[in-house]
């Protein structure tokens, strides 16, 4: 997988994300060809977020069902 630093990535992507957003290691930027901190993950996908919201409301909403069928 290629590396790119946070500026690279948000240049590359159109995207704002900050340090805090991301999990970043120190490599080579392949982007600008740099010794920095890269960007190798993401601390908070909204979408997973998001996701797991609406599963634990599936999941009472389910519990509830069944109870009632008991
Ligand atoms: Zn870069």
Do not use: I
Not at 45 to 63: D, G, K, M, Q
């Amino acid at each position: 997988m290629a590396e790119f630093c946070l500026d690279c990535w948000n240049e590359m992507n159109g995207t704002h994300y900050t340090p805090e957003q991301v999990v970043l290691e120190e490599d080579l930027c392949e982007g600008c060809g740099e010794w920095k901190p890269v960007v190798v993950g993401f601390r908070c996908n909204p979408l997973t977020t998001w996701f797991r919201e609406l599963h634990s409301r599936l999941e009472y909403w389910a519990a509830c069902r069944r109870g009632r069928k008991r």
